[in-house]
């Protein structure tokens, strides 16, 4: 019986926990902090207001509900989520406001209303969207790009007979800008670049496909908020016989000559037949694998955005607002150069998440939990704390103005009865996330899907890796699929 440890119990490594310990493995989790999820973890603040820490936009359930029928069970039985109605709602500084359906074909409706867009042009815009993820998504989200195996599947070499249809010489501003051309709806779905941590001015134009995921396979939240994905993939965990160390961080990877052999935890050595790495892998190699080669060229590339994050109970509800909000700022183009060039812009668009709008426990009655994020550059030695500042008072400046412009300037703030702040620098040290990047590094060219960090060690045998900052990328999703690759990775190698 092979055995398994997996270094971090974020959800990639929660998940490989749950596929290995299904194949058969005897399967040791470790993790540096007191409880399973990562960046899937929670918090609470002074009256009564509970906050998901991080992701708060879940799609494809699909693939967590697999994690329940492979071992056997009934996901309804352990894992419960509700489809949303509507996906978000967008404001706009010209005094726009859309709030995007959950259908497809809702979608296509209500934008040509609301936007200088025909039907025609939407419903062709999102079915090319479909088109790119029927090629492509096989090919670059659910199979190691770094096996031959896979590049002989027929099904990839059709794909890839398609590329100079999938618009991957054009970035996803000029796909959006050609196809929609109203600026406003062209901000809209430029905007999901964001949802890996990229610049829609940089990032290929394939990765206009991203609204199929949310408006064909729709947009979720669990009964109980996100922590929910990681509390109920751990116990299943727990009910196949894994084992979890929390409170135990590893400090290396141990190898004999070219192949694995173990970890060291609390500096001692214990033996394992295979280990599984959920860490960042630039924290990896720096970190835990002295000696290495570095995988120069996969390690420098550009990294993606991070956040900063203001957690605030709020003492008062507000019905114009639904679960998830977006408040776009003046100039988009503006804001990502800033970005690029490592600081804030001083007029950003600004994301509001209020999971107590569906989850009654989540703030006291009449009151409301709001996650407020906006994109920041990674951490590279920045003032943080000049920065957030500046940054709190534009918010609530234009919160207030938004949402009430007839009352005094910056009203909002008087309603905010609990806070707490999250900076990259502080991503980076709860999470493990190297420079706070959320996703490691950025798509903002058409080769970065294949120069994110293989699923496996090209130089250490039985060395595999998952999670966010390697291939496929960052997001729950795509996290979820990284450790499906590597359950099929150690299965290919144990034949």
């Known amino acids: 019986m092979q055995t398994t440890a997996i270094i971090g119990a974020g959800i990639a490594g929660l998940a490989a926990a749950v596929r290995l310990a299904v194949a058969g493995h005897t399967v040791d989790v470790y993790e540096a902090n007191a409880g399973p999820g990562g960046k899937l973890s929670q918090f609470s603040l002074p009256g009564s207001y509970r906050f998901d820490f991080g992701p708060s936009l879940f799609t494809m359930p699909q693939y967590v509900d697999e994690l329940f029928e492979l071992a056997g069970e009934d996901p309804r039985a352990h894992f419960h989520y509700t489809r949303l109605p509507e996906v978000c709602r967008y404001w ?194 720096d970190r835990l694998l002295p000696g290495a080669k570095r995988p120069r060229i996969t390690l420098q590339q550009q990294k993606s955005t991070s956040a900063v994050i203001f957690y605030w109970g709020i003492d008062r509800s507000f019905p114009e607002l639904g679960l998830h909000n977006i408040f776009f700022s003046h100039d988009y183009a503006r804001e990502f150069a800033t970005l690029e060039a490592g600081s804030l812009s001083d007029d950003v668009t600004v994301y509001v998440n209020i999971s107590s709008k569906y989850v009654s426990g989540d703030a006291p009655t009449g009151h409301e939990n709001w996650f407020v994020m906006v994109n920041a550059p990674a951490h590279t030695g920045q003032d943080w704390e000049q920065l957030v500042s500046e940054l709190r008072a534009q918010i609530i400046a234009m919160l207030s103005r938004e949402l009430a412009p007839a009352r005094a300037p910056g009203w909002l703030a008087e309603h905010i009865r609990a806070e707490r702040v999250v900076t990259p620098p502080d991503i980076e040290r709860l999470t493990g996330s190297h420079q706070g990047a959320l996703y490691g590094t950025s798509s903002n060219n058409r080769m970065a899907a294949f120069l994110r960090h293989p699923n496996f060690s090209r130089q250490i045998g039985g060395l595999y890796f998952l999670g966010g900052s390697v291939h496929p990328g960052g997001g729950v999703p795509l996290c979820l699929l990284s450790a499906r690759i590597v359950a099929d990775l150690m299965e290919q190698a144990e034949k």
Request: proline share 6%; aromatic share 12%; net charge negative.
């Open 92 to 285: 706009w500084p010209d005094g726009t406001r859309f709030t995007a359906p959950a259908s497809t074909a809702q979608l296509i409706t209500e934008a040509a209303l609301t936007f200088d867009v025909p039907e025609q042009a939407m419903r062709d815009f999102m079915d090319t969207a479909a088109r790119k993820y029927t090629l492509t998504g096989r090919t670059f989200l659910e199979k190691s790009l770094h096996k031959a195996r896979t590049w002989l599947d027929p099904q990839v070499a059709y794909a890839m007979l398609k590329i100079p249809g999938l618009d991957l010489f054009r970035s996803m501003h000029d796909v959006h800008e050609a196809a929609l051309k109203d600026p406003r709806l062209v901000q809209l779905f430029d905007r999901f670049a964001t949802y890996n941590g990229s610049n829609p001015y940089k990032a290929p134009g394939l990765l206009s496909m991203i609204p199929h995921f949310e408006h064909h396979f729709g947009a979720y939240l669990p009964e109980g908020g996100m922590y929910d994905i990681a509390t109920s993939v751990y116990e299943l965990g727990k009910r196949l016989g894994v084992t979890y160390h929390f409170n135990t961080p590893v400090t290396q990877i141990c190898r004999a000559g070219t192949q694995v052999r173990g970890i060291e935890v609390g500096g001692k050595e214990v033996n394992y037949d295979t280990v599984v790495c959920n860490m960042d892998v630039w924290l990896a190699y």
